[in-house]
């Protein structure tokens, strides 16, 4: 019922910069919540930044400083510009969203994004 369609991923020199977009479209009635997850090959899942409809934003220690989120409240689109990019920053990366859908009942949702890869050369 939610979609969320992922772009700006790509090959990167270390130190370089790379700016994710995420769009979620459907039937969406409000969205609390956005994020962006990464999982790098053997490990597991984990939240990089997110980002609450209020603008209260909460970061990865790993990331604070140099990774930026932000959102479109209007839209329903969240993007993550990443700077001073590092090797260990290579990894997949997941657009999250939680809220509710239109309808009579207002069902919650959570979706994920198809992911795009990361990939920061040393």
């Known amino acids: 019922q939610v979609q969320l369609v992922e772009s700006g991923g790509g090959l990167v020199q270390a130190g370089g910069s790379l700016r994710l977009s995420c769009a979620a479209s459907g039937s969406i009635f409000s969205i609390n919540a956005m994020g962006w997850y990464r999982q790098a090959p053997g490990k597991q899942r984990e939240l990089v930044a997110a980002i609450i409809s209020g603008g209260s934003t909460n970061y990865a220690d790993s990331v604070k400083g140099r990774f930026t989120i932000s959102r479109d409240n209007a839209k329903n689109t969240v993007d993550l510009q990443m700077n001073s990019l590092k090797p260990e920053d290579t990894a997949v990366y997941y657009c999250?969203?939680?809220?509710?859908?239109?309808?009579?009942?207002?069902?919650?949702?959570?979706?994920w994004g198809q992911g795009t890869q990361v990939t920061v050369s040393s």
């Open positions: 999250n969203a939680e809220g509710l859908v239109r309808g009579v009942i207002r069902r919650p949702f959570g979706s």
